[in-house]
């Protein structure tokens, strides 16, 4: 006994299986798109202590840490913050010109120390680290309480 077999393919099904496929592949590329792009996050955080090397153990300071969440790697040029009065001045961290650039590969951090009593934390907007070509990563401080 023969079965015949047909299979009868209409332009309808054509159409919806070409929107099916170009509709995955869409979204899988804003996915990579989204993956590949630069994540830089600040984390602030006042009231640190350092022991050793060439700072103060007796002072307060303010850590801010560069993180690069990203897969592609990004050169850090400066830190700084920016105060919330405009006609307040803005500042660079010594630390981060003495530094000078770094770069950041996928997963690493760099961190840089603000004395705490040299500038006011109720007049500082955000912290911002600056990149190579200008672009600007913002992130506001954590206070935190003295252990010591």
């Given at each position: 006994?023969?079965?015949?077999?047909?299979?009868?393919?209409?332009?309808?099904?054509?159409?919806?299986?070409?929107?099916?496929?170009?509709?995955?592949?869409?979204?899988?590329?804003?996915?990579?798109?989204?993956?590949?792009?630069?994540?830089?996050?600040?984390?602030?955080?006042?009231?640190?202590?350092?022991?050793?090397?060439?700072?103060?153990?007796?002072?307060?300071?303010?850590?801010?840490?560069?993180?690069n969440k990203g897969r592609r790697p990004v050169t850090i040029q400066n830190v700084g913050y920016i105060s919330k009065n405009i006609k307040d001045k803005h500042g660079i961290l010594t630390d981060s010109l003495l530094k000078g650039s770094r770069e950041l590969a996928e997963g690493k951090s760099t961190n840089y120390l603000l004395e705490q009593d040299q500038v006011n934390l109720e007049k500082i907007k955000y912290f911002v680290a600056y990149d190579q070509t200008g672009r600007q990563y913002k992130g506001k401080f954590k206070s935190q309480k003295k252990n010591i």
């Open positions: 006994m023969k079965f015949p077999i047909t299979i009868s393919i209409t332009a309808g099904t054509v159409a919806w299986y070409a929107a099916l496929i170009s509709t995955t592949l869409l979204i899988l590329r804003i996915l990579e798109y989204c993956r590949e792009r630069t994540n830089v996050v600040l984390k602030c955080e006042a009231n640190h202590r350092v022991i050793g090397g060439s700072y103060e153990e007796d002072k307060d300071y303010i850590v801010i840490t560069v993180i």
